[in-house]
């Protein structure tokens, strides 16, 4: 059993057009992550949200606690936007659970 | 620059050797997290560490042991390797210990086990 699911596993977009990636997961939770990796490897954390919503620069992350649902959008996409992003839970206890990740893709 | 360091970059090594990967938090964290990253199995959170104490523990086999020292840097060790040991193990750090706080990633040890 998956505690966390991610869509879509990969998207390709072109560049300009907005997009979502969706995470949802089980029980409750103390805090949710959206990461982003590139393909050099390195991870960076884009989010940390609890509640409501969160905005830096193009990316935009909400959470539904009654839903047990979270959303990473992504206006005026851009090539350097191509990576992979990952929607990682915090239980009590502060065990973590990881999406599967989300590949994409920006075409100019 | 995430602030964290992890050494080392790379490392390839024998079935049934041991390893240490080392962690620097960044300055004033006082949580570390260690997570496994492999292709079949995604990302996976192994252990946490808060001002020297255990605090979290994952999906971290027997063979495996961590500490976090006095100035914070924590280690973690692998034993007895095996094949499917090979992955990209990420070390971050936070400030808060409960609930954990933002993350601060550093940029990985691959290790290979030939």
């Known amino acids: 059993k998956n505690e966390v699911e991610q869509s879509p596993q990969n998207l390709t977009a072109q560049e300009g057009e907005f997009i979502t990636i969706n995470c949802s997961y089980s029980?409750?939770?103390?805090?949710l992550h959206w990461l982003q990796q590139h393909p050099g490897g390195g991870i960076v954390s884009l989010f940390m949200?609890?509640?409501g919503k969160k905005k830096h620069g193009r990316l935009i992350a909400t959470i539904n606690i009654q839903e047990k649902h979270s959303s990473l959008h992504i206006t005026a996409s851009h090539p350097r936007d191509s990576a992979v992003y990952i929607c990682?839970?915090?239980?009590?206890?502060?065990?973590?659970?990881f999406g599967t990740g989300t590949s994409l893709t920006v075409i100019p | 620059d995430s602030g964290v360091t992890q050494t080392p970059k790379h490392l390839i090594t024998a079935t049934g050797q041991r390893v240490t990967l080392r962690c620097s938090p960044r300055s004033g964290d006082l949580s570390v997290y260690w997570y496994q990253q492999s292709l079949d199995q995604g990302l996976q959170f192994l252990i946490q560490y808060y001002n020297g104490e255990e605090r979290a523990k994952g999906n971290i086999l027997e063979r495996f042991s961590a500490q976090q020292f006095p100035d914070l840097h924590s280690e973690l060790n692998l034993s007895s390797l095996e094949l499917g040991d090979s992955a990209l193990y990420f070390c971050?750090?936070?400030?808060?210990?409960?609930?954990?706080?933002?993350?601060?990633f550093g940029e990985g040890s691959r290790l290979t086990v030939l």
């Open positions: 029980v409750g939770i103390s805090a």
């Open positions: 990682a839970v915090s239980f009590t206890g502060n065990q973590f659970y």
């Open positions: 949200l609890s509640s």
């Open positions: 971050a750090s936070s400030v808060r210990g409960q609930p954990a706080g933002e993350l601060f």
